[in-house]
């Protein structure tokens, strides 16, 4: 049926049509592979290079690092596809301390570093940030948004596997199969579950353990199910909880469109015998055990089990199989531990994971969204029909990445030295060449990101030297980060908190309440808050005892304060005509501007700070 | 505008290239190309009677039986005071005293058939922001409803306009936070105020407006130099930069500053002291700025669930919150928005910014017809009332019927036998603002359309009417 009348484009006057390929042999050739509009990729082409105009670069020689750059340069150099240089150091520092710790280098460090001599310097610091205190909690804070968790002993428990590196399929089998006899408190990995108990319970009422009637126990199961496999291995299966794939998905996900539902069932069916009991107030004292007769829709007495969120289900009883393989427990085998094996097995999970890191190492994933894997799309020799391309961006790398992952027994550690020291991540913003949406799906430079709510949050306190007085779990923290919830509570009086969880929002920090969305947007409000909120005008004032206070304090000179102001926020130190500019907004008594009122060089200095934050060189990594 | 203040900012024509590049291009677009958005085959005409809207969401769930839809049961408390309104209303005064007494009484009215999807506060909240119910598969890309509101009314944008078109406060204090653009361009994204910092921050404070003028120019100054990279800077100037810009202009909009300037009289009439009331003084100072917003959407909620979430003690006056403070706040609010708009003139000669704006007030669900053991009331989501006023509704109507206690509909009160929910009020805010809300655009990040009215929400077998309530206009 044909339901089209009407064509509205919806955007400014100025809009360009999306490029036409010129007509090239190489491209022509490449047609079916890298041709693909991966949309991300191409957004993400296109904003770093309004971020960063190509001008004069110099190219100078990248070396092949390890098996990434193989792929990665390999494919460049057979397709004739020109890339960036290096980073410079400066470049390189900063980006490698945000992306691993969610901090700046402190301005020591910046310089250390530049004067460095070490051929193996850049080596070594990737080295020496991972496993840290700040890599754990960024990190932490990551899958803590993943999996929509605000659970404090969940965070204290990830920050620890990640700091340990400990096997990162023996962390995911946790999650999937905790011990769960006690509360959310005491067994952390169920903190992995908030967001279902939540959601399928009808009130939050005082109840006993034997009260069932709150809790509809198949939608949590169904819902649980469907964040593992979101998340664990990429694939949405929200789509067939409700109804077959075919008629539905098959514009979307070819894979998806051979599934129906009862298959859903059945993968959801492995957590069958759980149930959760509430004691007392609902969050604070669940008990989870695995005595329910199982995935039985008819009939699932006493649970209040009727679908409320999904079309009614089938009145069958489902057994266990994985939706992947079809594999089932074995006799006698708890079916939650025989998900977490099975699972943790299959290779779709390293898949999954290490797209997810690069994903966020490297701006754009090998498949985008993360939960959007499409199986029937991953092997490139595989023939596909009319008008589908195959989905990852290369996927001879993902394939190398995710076995590299399961032979080094799921390192994390490993995984990101992997990637971070490879010349593909460490690739300047900047491009010798007019920018191509072709290029996109290369990763032919760096793309610029712009950072999280808690980056922002995190480096604003760093570089002004004021930090936060947050409260975790009853102990004063300065850092977002090492909080476990994206609306922190403050310890002292003032809006700081929710200044702090305004500036976030705005940058695409998650409620934790639905999916996490891996943004990459700038917007009005970004920079209303920035210039205005009084999380940054406060921070930046003298009388704050932070960092301008100390650098009035200490007598340095105008150009002595400028580069450290430059080191402290930008992490580099300022090029000769950003130091003019600044030496004459410090020196200045008067403003040509008649409406302008200057006041003396505090002021000045505080100014100055505020210009840096409110750079778009602060806002992005870059 | 002061000529040296245009020296800062970028005259007009680049402004808008700018804006228009961001758009388009670069740094802001979640998606490549236009927005392929389709009609549908079925004609429909959007009443177009409202030039703005205001979304009122009372958090927490307000109980119904006591208030908009009043049945009298033995689990009423003795002094809520009826007073009979009409031979089909009736409305506690000790509730809703401003109200009841209240001369705009007669240009509201009241839908007593809604029903809701949900049982808890945060699905519930996510349907009120984004105007369907939560599906978390797409939820990423899914846009709050006020985003496409501003998408639509974008080509009737003016030069003299520099608010954004859809305003909001205090979403950012809510369960679901600001749910953002979705797929839909950033440049639509609303502006949330937070009434704790903005009041202070931009009420009048001198300093303040001298600090960021000063700033913005030294500002200017260097970036003049830091993004000389190359000599190709011309055109491929920072379009990070137009964001800044765009917002620069709003905040130094004169109408701007006035928007947080509120008399004591103002305070007193609104009461100040209440979230909800610094909200509703900023709906009506922003709507009478018509400095380019044209959707506001303010609750009374300040973190959690809502105010009116009370499971227990709902009448219990030793409580500091019950659901007497909580009826009288956003009565002394609301009434007082009603009022406001309804005394001034509006665009066209003749009438008054209530007749040009379309309010509707409402809940994620509603409370049960009987107390719980703890003397509260828990959540129903069979029955309850939303309030419509102004925009083209005729007041004084009340559609829909529930029996005896409000625990079931009787009568769903217009064309269809399904009872209405939120994402048919929706239609209604489209529809009233002079949009198609068939419409549905085909190219999202999930290849799924995006049906500005979906018309089948999860759960249900049957699918539900589309369609705004278009009895209330009529």
Known sequence: MLTFLLVIAISAAAQSQEPKPAADPFENAHEGLFQQKTDRAIEAGRTTAAFQPSGTVVQGNVPRRNFIDEQIFGRMERDKVPHAPLATDEEFIRRAYIDAAGIQPPPEKVREFLANKDPQKRDKLVDSLLGTQEFAEQWTWFWMDLLQSRVESFSFWLKTALKLDRPWNEVVSDIIAPAATKSQTTIPELGAYEMPLYNNLSAQTLTDKDNYRLMNRLDLIDESSINISRIFLGLNIECISCHNGAGHTDTVNLYLTEKRRSEFAAQAAFLGKWRWLGDGMLFFNVFADDEAKGYTTGNDAPYSTAAAARFPRDGRTHEPSFILTGEKPRPGENPRKALARILTSELQFSRATVNLIWARLMTVGFVEPYDGFDMNRLDPNKPLPNGWKVQPTNPWLLEALAKDFKEHNYSMNHLFKTIMQSSAYQLSTRFPAEWKDQYAPYYARRYVRVLSGPEVADMLAQATGRPYNFNNAGEPVQRVKQTSTPSPRGRAGGSDPLAVRAIMQAFAQSTRETPMVLANNASAVQAMLMMSSPAVTDRVQAKGGGAIAKLVESGKSNSEAIEELFLRTLSRFPKPDEAEVAERILNEKTSKLSYVTVGDRIQALEDLQWLLLNTPEFLLNH | ?474
């Not at chain 2, 020296?7 to 190309?33: F, Q």
């Not at chain 2, 809207?53 to 033995?74: H, N, Y």
């Not at chain 2, 939303?386 to 009568?411: F, P, Y």
């Not at chain 2, 269809?416 to 990040?445: E, R």
């Open chain 2, 1 to 474: 505008m002061n000529k040296n203040l245009e020296a800062l900012i970028s005259n007009r024509r680049e402004m808008l290239k700018w804006l228009g590049l961001t758009a388009a291009g670069s740094i802001a677009v979640p998606m490549i190309g236009p927005l392929r958005v389709f009609g549908q085959q079925r004609k429909v005409n959007p009443l177009g009677t409202a030039r703005n809207a205001i979304m009122v969401k009372l958090s927490g769930a307000q109980c119904p039986v006591d208030t908009w839809d009043f049945k009298e049961t033995r689990y009423t408390p003795p002094d809520l005071q009826p007073r009979g309104i009409n031979a089909d209303l009736q409305l506690s005064e000790t509730l809703y005293p401003k109200l009841v007494k209240s001369k705009v009484l007669e240009r509201i009215s009241f839908l007593r058939s809604m029903h809701a999807r949900e049982l808890v506060h945060f699905t519930g909240h996510y349907h009120l922001h984004t105007g369907r119910a939560l599906n978390p598969g797409v939820a990423k890309e899914i846009p709050d409803f006020g985003t496409v509101i501003a998408a639509e009314l974008d080509s009737q944008r003016r030069d003299s306009d520099t608010f954004p078109a859809y305003m909001s406060t205090n979403l950012v204090r809510t369960r679901t936070g600001i749910v953002g653009p979705g797929f839909f361009p950033a440049k639509f994204t609303g502006l949330d105020l937070d009434t704790s910092i903005v009041y202070n921050v931009f009420g009048g404070k001198g300093d303040a407006d001298a600090d960021l003028v000063r700033r913005w120019e030294r500002l200017r100054r260097l970036s003049e130099v830091s993004s000389a990279d190359a000599a190709a800077l011309g055109d491929k100037a920072n379009d990070y930069f137009a964001y800044y810009d765009y917002s620069y202009r709003i905040l130094r909009d004169p109408r701007w500053a006035k928007l947080f300037q509120v008399s004591d009289e103002d305070k007193q009439r609104y009461g100040f002291d209440s979230p909800f009331g610094q909200c509703a003084i900023l709906a009506r100072n922003i709507l009478k700025a018509d400095a380019g917003c044209r959707f506001v959407f303010i609750t009374n909620s300040t973190g959690g669930n809502g105010p009116f979430d009370h499971h227990a003690f709902i009448y219990d006056r030793t409580k500091p919150s019950n659901h007497y403070i909580e009826c009288n706040r956003i009565d002394v609010g609301l009434t007082t928005l009603l009022e406001d708009l309804e005394s001034t003139p509006g665009h066209a000669a003749g009438k008054t910014l209530l007749d040009e704006t379309l309010v509707i007030a409402i809940s994620e669900f509603g409370r049960m017809p009987y107390l719980n053991s703890a003397a509260g009331r828990d959540h129903y989501n069979k029955t309850y009332t939303a309030m419509l006023a102004g925009g083209g509704v005729k007041g004084g109507r009340i559609l829909g019927k529930t029996n005896a206690d409000c625990s079931e509909c009787i009568d769903t009160g217009w064309a269809h036998k399904q009872q209405p929910v939120f994402d048919n009020l929706v239609a209604t805010f489209y529809s009233a603002l002079g949009i198609d809300w068939k419409k549905k655009v085909k190219n999202t990040p999930s290849g799924r359309d995006y049906e500005y009215i979906q018309s089948a929400p999860l759960g249900e077998s049957a699918f539900i009417p589309t369609d705004p309530i278009t009895e209330l206009f009529v």
